[in-house]
């Protein structure tokens, strides 16, 4: 292994999205920084997989880490100084269960086709609709058997082997923490302003919905969807654009959480429009995201913040937007921008010790490899804090996630896009979070789908999500509604811990924590990336008081090299600004009637 520097600014442990952003955003400010990450690949709970790998990667997260002997490094310490040793995190992913609902001859350890007469021989021996792996507490749910002769496959219905779905399998892009970006987001604003949009592509989310009765209900989120509204009498539709217009005024007005709002229950104030009842369970659910109980004021700051994000592109546009090649890349990304300006990133290289100076109280080194990397100062995840840095001000938040692939979409109206849906689910605000893409947004070959869900966790992801899977699809071999078919599931159940609250001195107050040591979070169940955003901003303005966040950076041409005449004049901050804000639209995002992917 090569050897590194022995002295940075910044030392970055973990390539997740919060560390490579300050990561990139340290590097675009001239500061020496080395981001070291124990994994093989980038992203750590932001990752994104192909999908044998990411079978590979869920089942390593059941295997208990090995304990590893602790070299003795003393001789790396100077006077007054101490080691630390790391928090010893549980993996942050658990109770996984894979499910392959092909009625398939292909083992669970299977990772190739098997030579023909083989597969035929396993063909007696399985006899379920699906099988699972993992290692979860308690009882998963029950497969029904499915009689292949009782319940043929429809005529003109394409035929599936899972072999057939490993064969694809560099073709896919799956992701542990997908999200959505609102049209007017604060981040896909600074990807526009950093110039960090040249890598990346958007696909506008076409479906909206929700899940009413027993059916999927397509949302009106504009003028002419609302007008063209089946459902709804004249006398409907002008209350229904009547609220939306007061929601819009208050945004515009900037009293959106005005506290004059009566009454303060969302569900009382909606009493009193006399919506329809379909329309009223459609603004709760899917546009608002929230229930009843929430507060009006909170409930018209969402439905504000839907609204302006709606038309952003043309009139008829829904507020988000889907990545193409998935979220997985977005660590990569701004790890390219910090390795650009003279960041360097290690792979498979962990930090084993913090080197403390107990006279200052600060990290003043980090022991990897046997070798002593000198820092001013360091970022880690929450997890790998040692207990005695943390004390109170932690908050854990398990979240169940679900990645499907099937065979069909569930969105009739634009079945080759992206679509998105809100389950409601009582007592809880994020409710069940479904995102379906398809292969033009690059994260699946054609003819398959790719549906992640998501959810507060009650027990296992599989207990608490297959039944919404089930009101959507039928295992593949099951044809007895004519609903779309699910080939293939990976429930796990994806634990964050983050911060509470963060003091203005720099440090929690109420803990040990090292002043120059700053703490980031995991994936959250959030939609987008607000949180994110606004956790790596404030960490930046900690560590670099004054310092301009992720600056533009500059195009190819714009770069004068070392020896060249200097024609090219660099354009003022001024200038850079104006141009980022006028050309991101065309750049950024892909037309809808781009009907691009992998045949």
């Known amino acids: 292994m090569e050897d590194l520097p022995t002295e940075?600014?910044?030392?970055?442990l973990g390539t997740g999205l919060p560390e490579s952003i300050i990561a990139a955003a340290a590097s675009r400010v001239d500061k020496a920084v080395l981001q070291l990450d124990s994994n093989a690949f980038y992203g750590r709970d932001w990752a994104g997989f192909r999908?044998?790998?990411?079978?590979?990667?869920?089942?390593?997260?059941?295997?208990?880490?090995?304990?590893?002997?602790?070299?003795?490094?003393?001789?790396?310490?100077?006077?007054?100084?101490?080691?630390?040793?790391?928090?010893?995190?549980?993996?942050?992913?658990?109770?996984?269960?894979?499910?392959?609902?092909?009625?398939?001859?292909?083992?669970?350890?299977?990772?190739?086709?098997q030579p023909r007469q083989e597969r035929y021989r396993r063909r007696s021996e399985r006899h379920t609709s699906g099988s699972s792996t993992g290692s979860s507490t308690g009882p998963s749910p029950v497969n029904t058997p499915v009689d292949d002769e009782a319940f043929p496959l429809p005529v003109g219905r394409k035929q599936f082997t899972f072999d057939d779905v490993l064969l694809q399998s560099r073709k896919f892009s799956l992701d542990l923490a997908p999200k959505l970006f609102w049209t007017t987001d604060a981040f896909v604003n600074l990807l526009k302003t950093s110039n960090i949009s040249r890598y990346t592509s958007f696909r506008l989310v076409h479906s909206v919905a929700t899940f009413l009765d027993g059916r999927i209900v397509e949302v009106p989120f504009s003028r002419s969807a609302i007008s063209n509204h089946t459902d709804l009498s004249a006398?409907?539709?002008?209350?229904?654009?009547?609220?939306?217009?007061?929601?819009?005024?208050?945004?515009?007005?900037?009293?959106?959480?005005?506290?004059?709002?009566?009454?303060?229950?969302?569900?009382?104030?909606?009493?009193?429009?006399?919506?329809?009842?379909?329309?009223?369970?459609?603004?709760?659910?899917?546009?608002?995201?929230?229930?009843?109980?929430?507060?009006?004021?909170?409930?018209?700051?969402?439905?504000?913040?839907?609204?302006?994000?709606?038309?952003?592109?043309?009139?008829?546009?829904?507020?988000?937007?889907?990545?193409?090649?998935?979220?997985?890349?977005?660590?990569?990304?701004?790890?390219?921008?910090?390795?650009?300006?003279?960041?360097?990133?290690?792979?498979?290289?962990?930090?084993e010790v913090f080197v403390l100076d107990s006279t200052k109280s600060q990290v003043v080194a980090v022991i990897t490899g046997a070798s002593r990397i000198a820092c001013?100062?360091?970022?880690?995840?929450?997890?790998?804090?040692?207990?005695?840095?943390?004390?109170?001000?932690?908050?854990?938040?398990?979240?169940?996630?679900?990645?499907?692939?099937?065979?069909?979409?569930i969105f009739p109206k634009r079945p080759s896009d992206v679509g998105f849906m809100r389950f409601a689910k009582d007592g809880d605000e994020l409710g069940v979070m479904l995102i379906e893409a398809s292969y033009v947004t690059e994260i699946c070959p054609n003819g398959y789908f790719v549906v992640y869900l998501w959810t507060t966790a009650v027990t296992t992801a599989r207990a608490d999500l297959e039944p919404y899977v089930m009101k959507l699809f039928e295992p593949y071999r099951a044809d007895r509604t004519g609903v779309a078919k699910v080939l293939w599931a990976s429930f796990f159940n994806h634990k964050s811990i983050r911060l509470a609250t963060r003091d203005a001195d720099q440090s929690n107050r109420s803990t040990q924590l090292p002043a120059n040591v700053k703490l980031v979070s995991g994936p959250s169940g959030s939609l987008d990336y607000e949180d994110v955003l606004k956790e790596s901003e404030e960490l930046f303005a900690m560590l670099y008081p004054g310092e301009v966040f992720l600056p533009r950076v500059?195009?190819?041409?714009?770069?004068?090299?070392?020896?060249?005449?200097?024609?090219?004049?660099?354009?003022?901050?001024?200038?850079?600004?104006?141009?980022?804000?006028?050309?991101?639209?065309?750049?950024?995002?892909?037309?809808?009637?781009?009907?691009?992917?992998?045949?």
């Not at 940075?8 to 970055?12: A, I, N, S, T």
């Not at 304990?67 to 080691?83: K, P």
């Open 376 to 409: 001013k100062r360091l970022v880690i995840p929450v997890e790998y804090a040692p207990v005695e840095w943390l004390g109170g001000g932690l908050t854990e938040r398990n979240i169940s996630r679900a990645i499907l692939i099937t065979d069909t979409s």
């Open 51 to 113: 999908l044998q790998d990411l079978r590979d990667f869920l089942r390593s997260c059941e295997v208990p880490a090995a304990d590893v002997d602790a070299r003795d490094v003393s001789h790396l310490l100077q006077a007054g100084e101490c080691l630390v040793t790391l928090g010893r995190p549980t993996n942050s992913i658990s109770n996984v269960e894979e499910v392959i609902y092909i009625k398939d001859d292909v083992v669970e350890t299977d990772i190739a086709p």
């Open 8 to 12: 940075f600014d910044l030392v970055v």
């Open 554 to 599: 500059p195009d190819p041409e714009e770069i004068i090299m070392d020896g060249c005449d200097g024609s090219t004049v660099a354009a003022s901050p001024e200038e850079e600004a104006a141009t980022a804000l006028s050309q991101p639209e065309a750049s950024a995002l892909i037309p809808a009637n781009d009907e691009e992917g992998d045949e």
């Open 235 to 351: 006398l409907d539709k002008r209350k229904v654009m009547k609220f939306m217009q007061a929601c819009m005024e208050r945004a515009a007005n900037g009293d959106a959480n005005a506290a004059d709002l009566t009454p303060a229950r969302f569900g009382d104030y909606l009493d009193t429009l006399k919506i329809p009842i379909l329309t009223r369970r459609s603004i709760v659910n899917a546009i608002a995201m929230c229930t009843e109980n929430t507060s009006t004021a909170k409930a018209f700051t969402r439905i504000s913040r839907f609204l302006l994000a709606c038309g952003y592109y043309d009139k008829s546009s829904s507020p988000f937007l889907f990545s193409i090649f998935g979220c997985g890349e977005y660590p990569q990304y701004f790890a390219r921008i910090s390795a650009v300006f003279g960041g360097i990133q290690c792979l498979n290289r962990g930090v």
